[in-house]
């Protein structure tokens, strides 16, 4: 794939570059970690409390990424692109979004700065973007495009597209996992029962493509000219990964739906609130 790393053959022009490969994915996940870090030391120097377990999800969101755009991962085969898939468009979204990064940020921000990232949180862009149904065609929609068409192969031979491809999957991962499960507010946020009907289909739609990778290994992606088990095997990555962060996107969901009710459900009726707000 475009992007890779050039292996290490010994000698000081291999350590170089194999050292150079690494720099890009630490530095990522440095500058992610060290921005929220430092938020959380302000927030917390102010006399006010934030969560350890926000801060340590968001903290493994940043290594995700990191290990996605490492070279044992970005190494030019179909299984590596496929993992970057995974680990760039559903586990280090889910990750980063529950550590409540526009909440932490806000909290942050001096007063006169927030009111940008509040017009921004307002827009009705944004609210198009973030709803759920959006951002899941945004993300599953991407993928068919890239496997389908000739998008894989130009991904293979231009450094940009293929970065380009990286922030896709990130920023749709990031939007989908917010829609459906962030603790952050998201603008006009459906109820529990569309959320949850969503991440089924999205699901559903994630797993038929991979089925079709594999039936088709000889063919798909087009114009990556890769051997048919090479395929089949990252068809088969992409099929239990995807269950695997479907399950933990649910397992976010009704967490935060248990925080707002299900606590007070347990109480009793005469504590459940009547209109109980969206999670």
Not at 186 to 196: E, I, N, Q, T, Y
Not at 208 to 226: C, D, E, I, N, T
Not at 259 to 272: I, N, Q, S, V
Request: net charge positive; aromatic share 8%.
């Amino acid at each position: 794939m475009a992007g890779a790393a050039v292996p290490a053959h010994g000698g000081s022009h291999g350590t170089g570059s194999a050292a150079a490969a690494w720099l890009l994915p630490v530095l990522v996940a440095v500058v992610l970690g060290a921005w929220y870090l430092t938020a959380v030391f302000r927030l917390r120097g102010s006399g006010r409390t934030w969560s350890g377990g926000r801060t340590a999800s968001f903290l493994l969101g940043a290594v995700l990424v990191g290990a996605a755009l490492s070279p044992p991962v970005d190494a030019g085969t179909v299984g590596g692109h496929m993992a970057q898939h995974l680990l760039l468009g559903m586990f280090a979204p889910i990750a980063l979004v529950l550590g409540a990064p526009v909440t932490l940020l806000l909290a942050d921000l001096p007063v006169a700065a927030r009111r940008p990232v509040a017009v921004l949180l307002r827009s009705r862009v944004l609210h198009a973007l973030s709803h759920v149904t959006t951002a899941a065609v945004l993300s599953v929609g991407g993928l068919y495009l890239l496997y389908l068409t000739p998008l894989y192969a130009l991904s293979v031979r231009s450094d940009v597209v293929h970065h380009v491809l990286q922030l896709h999957f990130l920023l749709t991962g990031c939007l989908f996992a917010w829609a459906v499960a962030g603790p952050d507010p998201a603008p006009r946020r459906p109820g529990m029962a569309v959320r949850l009907a969503v991440v089924v289909v999205a699901g559903g739609f994630h797993a038929f493509l991979a089925k079709l990778l594999f039936s088709r290994a000889p063919v798909l992606p087009v114009g990556g000219g890769h051997d048919a088990a090479e395929v089949e095997a990252a068809a088969q990555l992409m099929y239990y990964g995807g269950h695997v962060a479907d399950l933990l996107l649910l397992v976010a969901l009704f967490a935060a739906w248990y925080r707002r009710t299900g606590r007070a459900l347990a109480r009793g009726p005469a504590a459940a609130p009547r209109n109980a707000p969206a999670v």
